[in-house]
Structures are given as C-alpha cells and as structure tokens.
C-alpha cells in the first residue's frame, strides 16, 4: 500500500487508527506507522499476549494496550511484541478499505501466486494436505488443536498457513530486493527499507560459545545480524503448535526457510545458522546442542516452613479485571479452583497452597501447560479484596483482581 501512494511509513499511528492509545501520551503521539513495526514501543516484551490466549478480537486487543506500563521509553530499547503488529493491520484496513484477510490476499498472496497460503483455521483444514500443530508439553506429543483456533484471531502477529513451496517464494521476492519472477513486486526502496536496521538489539541471540560480538538488529518485520563475512537477515515464530523461521543472505543471494509443526523447538533457528555456516564454508557447529546449554530459568523454591494458608473458603468469589473479565475462585473438594471465560473454552486452574495467602496456579486442561503463582490479599475487615496472578495476567494491569461485592 505504500507504494500505490495510500499510505506513508511516516504517517502517525493515531492518525491512522484512531482508537489507538499507549499508556504514555507521548508514545501515543509520536508513534508512527514504521515504529509500529519496529519494536522499540517502551513495553515490556511479549506485553499482552495472555490476554491473547483468551481469544479476544483485534478491537480488544487494540484497546488494551493502553493499560501496560512501560518499562522503558519510547525508542530507548528493543523489546518485542505481538500487539502493536495488529494495529498496523488496522491502520492497512482503514485504508484500504478492507479486511486485513482480504488485503492480504489481494495484495500479496495472488499477485505471488501463493497458492498454499491462507490466513484462517477453516482454510488450514480445507487444504487437505497439511501438518497438524503439535506442542510438547508433556511425553508423548499432544495435538494442540485447542488453542491453534485463536492464532488466527491475532492473524496479523503469525496467524498465516503456508507451504515451503510459496514461502520460497515470498522468501525470493525479500532477496531480489522487491523482484518476483523478474517482475516489480515492491519498488527497491520499499523494500529495502524494511530490512534497514532501527532497533539495536542487545544481547545474544546466537546460541554458539563463541565470545564474538555480533551486531544484531530489528529492522521492519526482520531481524538483521551483521555476521563475517555477510550480514544475515531473518524472522522466527511460534504459534499453536508450530514454529517457523526464513532467512537470506543477500550477498550471496540464498535463503533459507524452515517450517516445523512443533512449538517448543528452536530446530529452525539452528538449521539457519548451520546454513549460514554452509555457504561460507564455516567449521560445523552443533547449534542444537548450544540451544540446550542455555540457562533455564530457575525453578521456585518452596519455603522449608511455609505459612498455612486460611481456610480454602477464604479465597472463593468472583474477582474483576477490566481486560480479563471475571475469574472465579471455588471449593473443589480439599482443593482450590479457578476459571477464567475464553471465547472457546474457560482457561481453568488447579491452586496449591504455597505460602500463607500465596498459591501456585497450573492450567487444566490445555497442552500448553502454565503455572505460577496467585497472591491473595485481605482487608482490614479479614475478607478476601482481590488476587494478582504471576506469570498470567501480570503483563495487563499488573494482573490484579478485585473482588466483586
């Protein structure tokens, strides 16, 4: 769209999507369309995905966004998220006039002739031949289909269906500069321009031991490393049972692309880089083998003495979030439960007591299993006020819960 002239990469966010609002004015008046796409909002990383996972539509997500703090300032720093990808897709549809689906379509997905590729979990299914999401939760694999269903709602963040076949080709049309077939798909500028770096990233994202500094940034949509003795350009995802990755290197005009029907895998990052090491003739490095040497996070600890909690029937009522919705706490038995509405099917919580009014929380019934931790607090009067969860809900409003009266 920006090259039929309907809209600018410089145009301001609010301009375009009117609805659109940061917690921070400032952010929310100087954000424009590329900052959208470039990562540097101020929000922590990943900031409102678990409100993704309750199935919301886009307007919704749109709207919460104005409730997560910032944990830095606008364009200080990278931190990635998927929100901010669905009010660029707003921005598309207010001015093209239609659906980020049939935009889509429209604009790339025919005139690339990508025939395998569609945007929804019916067209998934109606494809015949397709590799079902997996995730491993637990031993053996388990069918993800569940929560594939809501990937598609948050569409613009990675919800696409594709094939090797035509993501070569999208793939082709990146490393020809804007070029498919010989034929003008994007003009040059525009299309060098998305893989221009405009985030810096720090830390390391390659999983070797090596001690190298490696200059690593966000561009638009793509991630850019300045490896020796070419600069490496690529994107990864995981979604609902799937993760996927495409690389090229533009000096050596080859790419690479890795699509896998497995969630928790960093197998396509590492075949990248085995790529990368291929062209230019580097000794062979086993990059599965330092992605499992990464430091896990550590595991909780539970007190040596801890503090009873008060009787079960003490943490039982419905509690308020303005995004979340209303999540109820019962007596099941000798145990404590929860639910939370989701548009297909509750998320529900098994609670443990953990340390006085502090439980740990673990999803039922899903095969993305969760855990962390709910801490209730009491008012003067000894009743229940409302309950935070960790490690959920915390990224919206610190994830606090109010009793409702």
């Not at 299309?191 to 999983?207: F, K, Q, S, W, Y």
């Not at 396509?268 to 085995?274: D, G, N, W």
Request: charge should be neutral; charged fraction near 20%.
């Amino acid at each position: 769209m920006v090259d039929m002239g309907k809209l600018s990469l410089d145009e301001r966010a609010e301009d375009l999507v009117p609805e659109f609002q940061m917690y921070d004015p400032y952010a929310t008046r100087s954000m424009k369309l590329w900052d959208l796409m470039a990562q540097h909002s101020g929000m922590p990383s990943y900031a409102g995905d678990s409100y993704m996972y309750m199935n919301p539509t886009r307007d919704q997500v749109i709207h919460a966004i104005r409730y997560i703090k910032p944990t830095s300032t606008f364009r200080e720093q990278f931190n990635y998220v998927n929100n901010l990808w669905l009010v660029a897709a707003k921005a598309g549809e207010n001015r093209y006039g239609k659906s980020w689906e049939t935009y889509l379509s429209d604009l790339v997905f025919k005139p690339l002739g990508l025939t395998r590729t569609s945007t929804g979990y019916n067209e998934l299914y109606a494809a015949g031949d397709f590799a079902f999401p997996h995730a491993t939760p637990t031993d053996p694999i388990e069918k993800a289909d569940p929560e594939t269903r809501g990937i598609y709602i948050i569409g613009p963040a990675g919800g696409v269906n594709s094939s090797i076949r035509d993501m070569s080709k999208y793939l082709m049309m990146h490393l020809h500069a804007g070029k498919a077939d010989g034929k003008e798909f994007l003009k040059r500028q525009t299309a060098n321009e998305l893989h221009v770096p405009r985030t810096p990233i720090l830390g390391d994202l390659l999983p070797s031991t090596t001690k190298l500094p490696v200059n690593t940034s966000y561009c638009q949509a793509f991630v850019s490393q300045n490896f020796s003795p070419s600069t490496l350009v690529w994107h990864n995802g995981g979604t609902g049972g799937a993760r996927t990755i495409m690389g090229f290197i533009p000096d050596a005009d080859m790419g690479i692309v890795v699509l896998t029907n497995l969630a928790d895998t960093q197998v396509p990052e590492a075949l990248m880089y085995r790529f990368y090491d291929a062209v230019f003739g580097k000794p062979k490095t086993d990059y599965i083998a330092n992605y499992m040497k990464k430091p896990k996070p550590p595991t909780p600890a539970r007190p040596a003495t801890p503090v009873p909690a008060r009787a079960l029937s003490a943490y039982a009522g419905k509690f308020q979030h303005p995004i979340f919705g209303t999540l109820e706490f019962k007596v099941n038995g000798d145990s404590l439960t929860a639910k939370l509405p989701n548009q297909y099917s509750p998320f529900s919580f098994k609670l443990s007591a953990w340390d006085g009014d502090q439980f740990q929380w673990t999803t039922v019934g899903s095969v993305n299993v969760q855990t962390g931790f709910a801490s209730f607090q009491f008012g003067l009067d000894g009743k229940v006020a409302s309950v935070k969860l960790n490690g959920f809900a915390d990224d919206l409003d610190s994830g606090v819960f109010t009793l409702v009266p």
